[in-house]
């Protein structure tokens, strides 16, 4: 199926099952009780319930912060990774079909007990003919189809959720299914995971204690993949791989040393890297999985570096520009706010030595500050900064003594070393010199001429009020409130002088104007007290 999502969408007719499946995934969202409210937890508990394939968007919404709320995103992670496997014969047709020719040809033979099942994919051991043990990796059969559906679906669905619970301030639904898809789209189709596992392994092939999984490429389809079987124990496995004398410690750190070389080197990084995609085999650390992987343009590298050494170096203001240059305003900045939001964060996390210092938890921050000052970064980005927290996660687990940021500011202090040129470093402060002290000789004639129109009177001063528009709104506002109370009182005073006037007809036992004016001064009164108490900040 070769449409795209938007042309499903507006093409399809409604058959008989999509109406079961809605009213499904209706039922799943009442019993859930959502016109109540939407947690993290009862989202995860809605995803989980709707089945495998709102399982995977889920564990793919977990890493986009830029599209869902920090602890959306952290609560997300949480979603079971194993489902039911298919039966086996159903895999073997799916191979035969892919390779177009009979499995017994290329396999001697093939496990039928999966080493996994996920959503989009299940994992079988294998033997070529040859004997070489591999992996495959089979796709459902009309994954795709049924995820593309599930996704439309739940767009109508989406609909009805932002007119029930009002959602549409905290979680635009539509715009994140859509972009969700087109993630999906990208994993299910495993000729690009092949080439993710090519250019991860040149990436890592001078460094001998990293590995990856090999591809078959003859036998590599867009649903079907055939890899190298790396016979290895999950990172996490502390005992077991202590048993056999490996040392945690340094297990941690090289893991850590090579996720820092892929960020800040290479731009290319896996962007899923828990303890279930990370195995020790041989000596090695092996990455496997690279169906998700996220790419740093040079821009974003240089921008990358420059934000942590800014963060380590304490500077708030080389750290804001970093910030603004990562991120679009979606409207105007409050720059000095922005300055002390940033002052608040550095503060308190660098006051603690390395040793307590969690970067997670000074991602999650800095993301949340973005959020809050309307910066909109590219998706990639936000998707290292996940992928960082689930690192720093994995090391926990493997390796509670080793401390990602002490790892990366080292890494950071070689690379520059490295990067050092000295020659090139000589010529630019030369030429900054020169257009320093080329400058100063104006300075003198600049200053005779201020002196000369300050003396003449024509000295001007422009001030620019930092956030202007929002004081100039608020001197408005009360402004207003006392023009209206000055009314209110004035219309008190003046039905009270005319109150015991006996030539005018009486209301309610006093003249009529005075009525009409204590009636005017309570409803003035009223409108200011609503005004002052139920103002939105």
Known sequence: MDETFVTQEQNNTESPASDKRLREILAVLRRHQVTHGLSPVKLREILEDLGPTYVKLGQIMSMRSDMLPESYCEELTKLRTEVRPLPFHIIYGVIETE???????????????????????????????DGTKVVIKIQRPAIKQTMQN??????????????????????DFKTILDELWKTTQEEMDFVQEAANLDLFYEN???????????????????????????NGIQIDETAQLEDLGYNMTEIGQK????????????????ADPHPGNLWVASGQIAWLDLGMTGRLTQHNKQLLKKAITAILE?????????????GEPQERVN?????????????????????????????????ELVKDHRLAITPDVTLLGRSMITMEGTLTACAPDVNIIQILSVHMSTLLIKELDAKKLLRHKGRQLYTSMDKSLDIPAQLSDLLNITKNGQAQLNLQVA?????????????NRFILSILAVGLFIGSGL???????????????LSFIGYFISFILILVLIFRILFRKK
């Open 204 to 230: 890592q092939k001078e460094i001998a204690y990293v590995t990856c999984p090999k591809v078959f490429h003859e036998l590599t389809t867009p649903r079907l993949l055939v890899m190298e079987y790396i």
């Open 314 to 326: 304490n500077d708030i203001y080389a750290l804001k520009n970093v910030l603004l240059a990562f």
């Open 150 to 171: 599930d996704i439309r679906l739940m767009k109508k669905a989406a609909g009805i959720l932002k007119i029930a619970i009002g959602t549409e301030d905290l979680i």
């Open 498 to 512: 005319i109150l015991n006037t006996m030539s005018m007809p009486r209301w309610f036992g006093i003249p009529w």
């Open 99 to 129: 390779l177009n020719r009979p499995v017994s040809d290329i396999f001697s033979e093939i496990e039928e007990t999966p080493l996994g099942s996920a959503s989009i994919a299940q994992v079988h051991p294998a033997a070529l003919k």
């Open 335 to 367: 720059h000095a706010r922005l300055y002390t939001d940033i002052d608040d964060i550095l503060s308190k996390y660098l006051s603690m030595d390395f040793g307590t210092m969690k970067l997670g938890t000074l991602i999650e921050r800095m993301l």
């Open 467 to 479: 956030d202007s528009e929002e004081i100039r709104e608020d001197i408005q506002r009360t402004a």
């Open 255 to 270: 893991a850590a040393e090579n996720y820092c070389k892929q960020i800040l080197e290479d731009g290319f990084f896996h």
